[in-house]
């Protein structure tokens, strides 16, 4: 049925999100994270060693482009919503129980057992993604 389709994905325009920021979108109920990612944080993200990761997995196994980063926005604790632009590795921060974040959207300090969710996702252009 095709309402049922059209809530399982979602278009979202990109082409006004500055470098450094992010949006919030929901997506069936659960807000994403798009996430457009400085040099510097990029970087970062690359280069971080996998024994310093409590889930490892590398950035470009989180990332279609590495300019962009999109991860849904629950805390895999116990289902907070963390807040961007926190916490020690300036990622995410979830303030229910201190799970830290880094620009990759990994777990990297704190109670939450893997790393935020990436969802299915493609870029229909360079202006657009679509979620689902």
């Given at each position: 049925d095709s309402s049922v389709?059209?809530?399982?994905?979602?278009?979202?325009?990109?082409?006004?999100?500055?470098e450094g920021k992010?949006?919030?979108?929901?997506?069936?109920?659960?807000?994403v994270f798009i996430k457009r990612r400085t040099k510097e944080e990029i970087q970062k993200a690359?280069?971080?060693?996998?024994?310093?990761?409590?889930?490892?997995?590398?950035?470009?196994?989180?990332?279609?482009?590495s300019e962009w980063l999109v991860v849904v926005g629950v805390c895999t604790h116990l289902g907070c919503v963390p807040i961007g632009g926190k916490g020690e590795y300036n990622g995410?921060?979830?303030?229910?129980?201190?799970?830290?974040?880094?620009t990759s959207g990994r777990i990297?300090?704190?109670?939450?057992?893997?790393?935020?969710?990436?969802?299915?996702?493609?870029?229909?252009?360079?202006n657009k993604i679509k979620i689902g």
């Open positions: 389709k059209a809530l399982a994905s979602i278009e979202v325009d990109i082409s006004n999100i500055q992010e949006i919030t979108v929901l997506w069936r109920g659960k807000p690359e280069q971080t060693s996998m024994k310093d990761l409590i889930d490892p997995q590398e950035d470009k196994d989180r990332v279609k482009k995410w921060f979830c303030p229910c129980h201190g799970s830290h974040y880094d990297r300090k704190g109670p939450a057992p893997t790393n935020l969710e990436i969802p299915k996702y493609e870029f229909v252009n360079n």
